[in-house]
Nanobody
Framework: QVQLVESGGGLVQAGGSLRLSCAAS????????MGWFRQAPGKERESVAA????????YYADSVKGRFTISKDNSKNTLYLQMNSLKPEDTAVYYC?????????????????WGQGTQVTVSS
């Protein structure tokens, strides 16, 4: 069993930055693929970024490429999402997820464990 707890969300103006963190329990964090997903009101959940257990490869949605960076620190059992140049369309609840056997790391169906989500609001 893996528990995931996100933090770092908040309200920011367009063009600003936020760093999301996802603290994971369990000793097998380093062997899991990890992903960030988001869901805006009235929209389906979408993949934002993902990272394989070995940290390579990584995946980014086209809408965030060049602005967001995913990383993980195995020593701290923590996943990060650095979000720069934020836009109002980035407003959503952001979820982290862990997949012990994920291969297509951009697919939400590959992930077993999910956090409770953290709200990101970008004002124009």
């Amino acid at each position: 069993q893996v528990q995931l707890v996100e933090s770092g969300g908040g309200l920011v103006q367009a063009g600003g930055s936020l760093r999301l963190s996802c603290a994971a329990s369990g000793r097998t964090f380093s062997t899991y693929a990890m992903g960030w997903f988001r869901q805006a009101p009235g929209k389906e959940r979408e993949s934002v970024a993902a990272i394989s257990w070995s940290s390579h490869p990584t995946y980014y949605a086209d809408s965030v490429k060049g602005r967001f960076t995913i990383s993980k620190d195995n020593s701290k059992n923590t996943l990060y999402l650095q979000m720069n140049s934020l836009k109002p369309e980035d407003t959503a609840v952001y979820y982290c997820a862990a997949g012990p056997t994920a291969r297509d790391i951009q697919l939400s169906s590959e992930y077993v464990y999910w956090g409770q989500g953290t709200q990101v609001t970008v004002s124009s």
